[in-house]
T-cell receptor
Framework: EPEVTQTPSHQVTQMGQEVILRCVPI?????FYWYRQILGQKVEFLVS????????KSEIFDDQFSVERPDGSNFTLKIRSTKLEDSAMYFC????????????FGSGTQLSVL | AQSVTQPDIHITVSEGASLELRCNYS??????LFWYVQSPGQGLQLLLK??????LVQGIKGFEAEFKRSQSSFNLRKPSVHWSDAAEYFC???????????FGAGTTVTVRA
């Protein structure tokens, strides 16, 4: 089965630093997503991205967050100035279409903000 | 607003026994419902989904789920559990046009020999 690839698997950063989480979605997919899961809490939707623009975003996805598809294969999530509460597992996901097509998740990047 | 409740945080089941995981949802329109499984170090894998039609849906790995609109439930079942089914299971609900999913808190399943 095709896979969504996320790098790195673990990222440690200092509070206030910028961090970029990288994802390689499945090659023919058109819809891209970021979710996160803070330890002990629910998986939360952050943002969806289609046709090179944000389709939907949650309240969590404030001005500190941005997404980009810089080169047609990668999909990145940038946190401009990290806070302690940004520590979480971040999941990238992609699908060929909308909800009638299967959503594939990556294995996640564990972000620790110190 | 959409939301999902999974009442059971942790379930322990013997290998070969049946398993049922509960899920209750809140959604204003016809829900799109999903069950995902997460093994340690892995991403979320889709087990099954419900959009419309037959309320009993079959998924991978021998799982099935039944949609009951009157009870706002979408419970997951497996008749005979294998040790490899030990994992965390998430129920999710979303709109028809986007994977803006709301997840439950998850149920951890432990399988004892």
């Amino acid at each position: 089965e095709p896979e969504v690839t996320q790098t790195p698997s673990h990222q440690v950063t200092q509070m206030g630093q910028e961090v970029i989480l990288r994802c390689v979605p499945i090659s023919n997919h058109l819809y891209f997503y970021w979710y996160r899961q803070i330890l002990g809490q629910k998986v939360e939707f952050l943002v969806s991205f289609y046709n090179n623009e944000i389709s939907e975003k949650s309240e969590i996805f404030d001005d500190q967050f941005s997404v980009e598809r810089p080169d047609g294969s990668n999909f990145t999530l940038k946190i401009r100035s990290t806070k302690l509460e940004d520590s979480a597992m971040y999941f990238c996901a992609s699908s060929e279409g909308t909800v009638r097509q299967k959503l594939f998740f990556g294995s996640g990047t564990q972000l620790s903000v110190l | 607003a959409q939301s999902v409740t999974q009442p059971d945080i942790h379930i322990t089941v013997s290998e070969g026994a049946s398993l049922e995981l509960r899920c209750n949802y809140s959604y204003g329109a016809t829900p799109y419902l999903f069950w995902y499984v997460q093994s340690p170090g892995q991403g979320l894998q889709l087990l099954l989904k419900y959009f419309s039609g037959d309320t009993l849906v079959q998924g991978i790995k021998g799982f099935e789920a039944e949609f009951k609109r009157s009870q706002s439930s979408f419970n997951l079942r497996k008749p005979s559990v294998h040790w490899s089914d030990a994992a965390e299971y998430f129920c999710a609900v979303g709109p028809p046009n986007d994977y803006k999913l709301s997840f439950g808190a998850g149920t951890t399943v432990t399988v004892r020999a």
